[in-house]
Each structure stands twice: as C-alpha cells, then as structure tokens.
C-alpha cells in the first residue's frame, strides 16, 4: 500500500507491523496443533482438524494493525477550543495472558497549528491496539502519536476496558473496569483545561 498525500496534510503510512515483526503462519499452526495436543485434545477429531489453522489465522488478524494515513489539515480557522470524540471502540490481546480485553476511548486536543480528521482518532486506536498490550501502554502509545505527529498544545486521553484475563479466570471479576489516562501539555498543566476534558469524558461515560 503506497502513501496518499491529498495536497493539503502531510502523511506518513503507518506499517502493519510495527518494529518490523513478521508473522510466520505456519509456525503458528503447528504451534496452536501443539498447544491443543498438551491440553489432551486429539487433532483427528473432526471438529478440532481444522482448529490450528483458524486459531493462527485469528491471532495473525488481531495483531495486524491496518495500515492507514494519518493525514492533518492545516488550523486555518485557528480554532483553539478542545476536540474531545468519545466512545471509541477498541479491543486488543493482554500480553500476559493472550486473552482479549476491550472497552472504550475518550480522546481529546487543543489545535496548535494542524489538526486530524476524526475518523483517524479510531484508527490511531486500532492501530496500537492490534497487538500485545498492556492498557497503561496502549494509553500513552495513543497520546504519545497524537503529540508527536499534531504538535499539540495539549493532548488527553482515557481508556475503559474490561480485560477477560481478570474476568473468566483468577478473580472472576465479570463487568469490572480498568481506567487508564495520559495527559499531555495544558490538558495536564492547566487545570481548567484538565477539568474541562476529564468533565466531558466522565459525563459521557455515565450517560451511557
């Protein structure tokens, strides 16, 4: 896939695979026919022949980001107001446990001189969350992208998430929410701003 630039922002394609990592297909299919053969399950089963190749077929699609171009405009109205686009969906693989955990993100900035079109803010998102994680990670991935490419006076960003790691083992703790946030510039040095962007993400969140 090649850049598009539309005269207007600059972009950079960001890679599948982040760090060069390469996904061996068939490795993971004999590793999964192996995993299954520990557990005591027998690969001549009918139903379970055909599971090795969808199990590496599946993780090989969660931990394959989109690549997409993530192109600004220029701030000609010199708006200079919070953009705050809530209830993001997003789900991604615990790197501890290899189960999923999923929720919701509440991104904000203050324009400096560009600013990016919304649907980029999910696909920032997605692009970080295709991959093993850890939501405090993930959290300051996406206000760490939003701050380097924008040049942001300020960037917040919160992050809601169930993780199955801590509901279907362990605690069994079903419906519990991990909270994580990273403020970047005013949003975490000015106070009123801060108040401002946590107020909108707290009050959308309990409308829900």
């Given amino acids: 896939m090649s850049d598009v630039f539309d005269g207007d922002g600059h972009a950079e394609l960001l890679s599948p695979h982040p760090g060069g990592r390469e996904i061996d297909l068939p490795r993971a299919q004999a590793a999964a026919a192996e995993l299954l053969e520990a557990f005591g399950y027998r690969l001549d089963d009918e139903n379970i022949a055909e599971t090795p190749r969808r199990v590496a077929a599946a993780f090989a699609e969660l ?30 693989l615990c790197m501890h446990h290899l189960l999923p955990f999923h929720g919701v993100a509440h991104i904000g900035y203050l324009p400096g001189e560009r600013i990016i079109g919304l649907s980029k803010l999910g696909r920032v998102v997605e692009y970080f969350s295709r991959d093993l994680q850890i939501q405090e990670r993930l959290t300051t991935q996406v206000a760490g992208w939003l701050q380097d490419e924008l040049e942001p006076k300020g960037v917040g960003v919160v992050l809601e998430a169930e993780h199955l790691c801590m509901s279907l083992r362990g605690v069994q703790k079903l419906g519990a929410k991990t909270v994580t946030s990273a403020l970047r510039g005013v949003v975490r040095d000015d106070a009123r701003t801060r108040q401002e962007f946590l107020a909108l993400t707290t009050r959308t969140s309990h409308d829900q």
């Fill in 63 to 92: 931990l394959t980001p989109v690549p997409f171009n993530p192109t600004t405009f220029p701030n000609e109205e010199g708006y200079d107001e919070l953009v705050v686009a809530t209830h993001i969906p997003f789900h991604s």
